[in-house]
């Protein structure tokens, strides 16, 4: 049997385990990359390492998350990333050069390689040929010290692309229409790998939209060949020489084989508040809309925002509404202003955001209370707008843009198909690469302002835990819920102070209960339903409630990157054997867990005692990741075994 082009990646950087579905392997990481509001932990928790420069071929810190600058705290955490990145051999790419992926994929992106970075949209990597894979800001610390990455081996989901898109119809509406196969649940040990005919017909940057998106499927990343779009493409960027020819062999083994057909997909929109939650544009077309944001590392590439300008051109927005458009990199910003593009973008009335995350994260442009927001981003849970009742719509950059002219939801497919806007790659993308700062070759200062806290500390795993369970929750509980971004982004590195929010669109007194239980050695249990820990890989999801004193979460399943951030900082995932037990329990009922470190060095199963019954449970774990729970965490099992 031949071999898929995940497999060909993953045999070149096998370190450890042997390449079968499901095993633990561990892989050796090329490049590295952060933003700021994972990178400042990672960055602190790479320092109390001691290893004095990073080992990787490239690392890369971004900042583009959090770039407000209101009050000291971002400026603080930039000038710590800046100072300590250019002291161990790290690339420091500053505010307003974009977001991560975007720039990322431009400037350093290279087929074969394998990436680790501390955001969950790191596979936006995969639409230029690269295992691109998101993770804790620990995991990407111990990647950058030269340790491997650990991983379940994949199974591979091959989606065979035919046929071509008809006009109106983007790359967005190729990854909601897999949302809407695969959903958000069950997709955890997959990768997606994409081939077929239809791969040839999409450009670097729409196959990346689809990679990036794919990380809400909940798989391990997702793929696209590297082929002669792929040698177009990094030739633009004046890259040529990191392209290499990377296709699957014509008989390559995958698990499951979905076929689509690129000319029959319409245009779609994932309904408030998952992104799984998709229709036909056709079934919602006129509903009236308050806000239109186009912008994000799902669609914000120079070919997005230029079909965006040409439907604008010489049209207004519509004047109930608020209209904004963010720029992926300084290079896309820069090309528009170059064209001229930009200025139609302007004189339809649009606001003009800096090139970062923004209304993403919910660092601005909250909508209206009740309102209704068109976006092309790829996440739209609950409350992550920074408003509690925001109704956010995810649509491409060609419907966000129609509708943003009508004030109401567009159906591209009412238009005329001579009419559609389209755009051609450039031969020469502008290059200027002058906001991203190598590495100094002589040691500096590392500047370090009240924000900046200590990496945290956890403690070697107790034999016997009492306590309560503190919280009950549902299904498809997000990293979003228990660590709210937004407003609170600017605590990302203040852990006392950051933990004061955990959960706090769910159970506003959780955090102060929990940390008082503390304070008396009664420590806390979560009880969570299906696809715990869904989205965001920020680790402050665990370390928070770790520092509250949680020390287990008992759920019907789990996410990837969260279950693996739980481990790293000490937090047993426990899942339930029997998911009638998550209706047995009840929150504030007492518990206790004896025998604990015979139990996880055996990896056998846990039994939590509550009020007298006795919940049965898998901890979820394997043999290495039994022994970082013993040692308390990550960051004291890699201190213990230098
Ligand atoms: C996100 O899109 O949720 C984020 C914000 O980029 C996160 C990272 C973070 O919370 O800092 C992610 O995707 O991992
Ligand atoms: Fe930034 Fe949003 Fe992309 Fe996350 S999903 S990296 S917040 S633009």
Redesign the pocket.
């Known amino acids: 049997m031949g071999r898929s082009v995940t497999y060909k990646i993953l045999e070149e950087h096998l370190v450890e385990g042997t390449l079968s579905a499901g095993e633990e392997i561990g892989i050796r990481i090329d490049q590295t990359l952060t ?1 700021d ?2 990178g400042t932990m990672a960055y602190l928790q790479f320092e109390a390492m001691g290893i004095p420069q990073v080992k990787t071929e490239i690392s890369v810190s971004y900042v583009d ?1 959090n770039t407000l600058q209101t009050g000291f705290e971002n400026a603080d955490d930039h000038k710590y990333l800046q100072t300590m990145n250019s002291n161990f051999g790290i690339y420091h790419s500053k505010a307003g050069n974009g977001i991560c992926h975007q720039v990322h994929l431009e400037r350093f992106g290279k087929p074969g390689a394998t990436l680790l970075g ?4 790191t596979p936006t990597g995969g639409g230029i040929g690269m295992i691109a894979i ?1 993770a804790g800001g620990l995991d990407v610390a111990v990647a950058m010290g030269g340790g491997p990455f650990f991983l379940a081996c994949p199974r591979v989901i091959n989606i065979k692309l035919t046929g071509r898109l008809r006009a109106w119809v983007s790359a967005k509406d190729i990854i909601l229409k897999v949302l809407q196969i695969l959903t958000t649940k069950g997709n955890v040990g997959y990768v997606v790998e994409y081939t077929g005919p239809g791969v040839e017909t999409l450009s670097v940057p729409e196959r990346a939209t689809i990679t990036n998106m794919g ?1 809400e499927l909940g798989v391990t990343t997702s793929l696209f060949p590297s082929d002669a779009v792929t040698k177009k493409f990094l030739e633009a960027q004046g890259r040529a020489e990191s392209w290499r020819e990377l296709l699957p062999d014509t008989d390559a083994a995958y698990d499951r084989v979905i076929e689509l057909d690129l000319s029959e997909l319409k245009p779609m929109i994932a309904c408030p508040h998952s992104p799984d939650n998709i229709k036909d544009i056709g079934e919602l077309k006129g509903m009236k809309i308050d806000q239109v944001a186009i912008g994000s ?1 799902t669609n914000s590439s120079y070919k997005d925002l230029m079909i965006v300008a040409r439907i604008l051109k010489g049209r207004k927005a519509h004047s109930d509404i608020s209209f904004v458009v963010a720029p992926g990199s300084k290079q896309v910003f820069q090309m528009l202003a170059e064209n001229g593009a930009l200025a139609d973008i302007i004189a339809s009335g649009a606001r003009i955001m800096e090139s970062a ?1 923004g209304f ?2 919910g660092s601005g442009q909250a909508p209206v209370t009740k309102g209704i927001s068109l976006r092309t981003n ?2 739209n849970f609950e409350g ?1 707008s920074g408003t509690a009742d925001g109704q956010i719509y995810l649509v491409s950059p060609e419907v966000a843009a129609l509708s943003a002219i009508k004030g109401e939801l567009a159906d591209p497919l009412d238009y005329d198909a001579a009419g559609f806007p389209r755009v051609d790659m450039p031969e020469k993308f502008s290059i200027d690469d002058s906001l991203i700062i190598p590495p100094s070759k002589t040691k500096t200062a590392i500047f370090r302002g009240p924000n900046i806290g200590e990496p945290p500390y956890t403690e070697p795993l107790a034999d016997e835990i009492r306590g309560v369970i503190g919280l009950k929750v549902g299904d498809k509980i997000t ?2 819920h228990i ?1 709210p ?1 937004g407003q609170r982004l600017k605590y ?1 590195s203040n852990i006392p102070e950051y933990s004061k929010y955990v959960f706090e669109g769910v159970d506003p007194e959780f955090a102060a209960r929990s940390l008082e239980n503390r304070k008396k050695n009664i420590f806390t249990i979560i009880a969570g339903g299906l696809s715990y820990g869904q ?4 680790e ?1 999801a665990a370390i928070c409630p770790m520092y509250l004193g949680v020390r287990a979460i008992m759920a019907k399943s789990f996410e990837r ?1 969260h279950s693996g951030n739980l481990v790293n900082f000490g937090i047993l995932p426990l899942v339930f054997k029997s998911e009638a037990d998550y209706d047995r329990i009840s929150q504030g009922m007492d518990f206790s867990m004896t025998g604990l470190i015979e139990a996880v060095k055996r990896g056998s199963l846990i039994t939590v005692n509550t009020g007298g019954t006795l919940i049965e449970l898998e901890l979820l774990a394997t043999q290495r990741q039994r022994g970082i729970l013993l040692a308390g965490g990550l960051l004291n099992y890699t201190r213990n075994s230098i």
């Open positions: 933003q509001a994972t998350h501390s955001d969950s949209h998101g990380a590392c995350c993403c994260i790829n996440r992550r990293t979003d660590m971004a990302r989205g965001s890989s920020r402050h990157i």
